[in-house]
């Protein structure tokens, strides 16, 4: 972590994890403690919170565009704001190694600036691939070539667990369109994937000692299915191949989870009963009903 030494202004910048993912999403988490005496307005200009990065061998970062800080916000003071923001899209950080950040906040009513005393330290790192596959993009022209890309599942030890992400990559892997967590991976198990017709991927993965993962990834890298399968009297769930190529699981027992992906609508009996079902319209007819008896007009 990194800190200001500032008596008025304080900054402190840190990460969530140690390393991440090349384009991985990269939360800096920059704490600003006022102690000025004042009430300061912040976020509301595009240059009042900067980054600066540095590899491990003392070259400045590319920044490719403006990272996402305007928001609009009051800090009393003797109080604490903290913002986060995601350097993964905003800077160049495609290489693997250490990179060094500062973060910097500017007060323009005082025409001064508030700096890290210190940098806070981050990795980049590959992971490990378990597997990938080519696939086609369908061309919007019919007649079209389709453009080739590929799914990688890869493993990385962040926060002291294994977790399970999915990398959709052009052809040559140079350019990364997205990446994303899929969930904890268990011990030794190994994840099950497997492409579609619709060259959709479907993965199956154990992440407890008894349950799984379903998740089901469209090549542009939208969730179209997520749910949580758990082991029945020794009777596992298994990917298969069914009827127009169109894959589904057997085996085990689906549980109904509120992360599941469409998200349930119905979770119980009783949500059910307390939805009100409207009755037909009726032809009006000198009597209608009233707390379930009947009483005239």
Known sequence: MAVSASAQLRVEVSFEQETYLPKETMNAVVRIYNSSGQTLVLGTNADWLTFSIENSNGSIVEQKKQPDIMGEFTLPSANRARKYVDLAEAFDLSKMGRYYVTATVHIPQWNQSFTCSKHAVV??????????????????????RPEIRK?????????????????????SESY????????????????????????????????????????????DGMILTRQTWDIEQDSRPTMIVAEEGRIKLVGGARRVSASDLPPPELLSDKVVADVPVPEPAKKPSGKSKKNGKKSSQ
């Not at 980049?124 to 990938?132: H, Q, R, Y």
């Not at 799914?151 to 052809?171: G, P, S, W, Y």
């Open 123 to 144: 990795g980049i790192s590959t992971g490990v691939k378990l597997w990938e596959a080519a696939f086609g993009l369908p061309d919007a022209n019919p007649d079209g």
């Open 151 to 171: 799914f990688q599942l890869v493993q990385a030890n962040h926060l002291k667990e294994l977790t399970l992400f999915v990398r959709i990559t052009d052809q």
């Open 176 to 219: 990364t369109y997205n990446i994303f967590p899929l969930g904890i991976l268990m011990g030794l198990s190994r994840p099950e994937p497997q492409l579609d017709r619709w060259s959709n991927l479907h993965v199956l993965c154990q992440n407890g000692a008894h349950s799984f993962r379903y998740t089901v990834i469209m090549p």
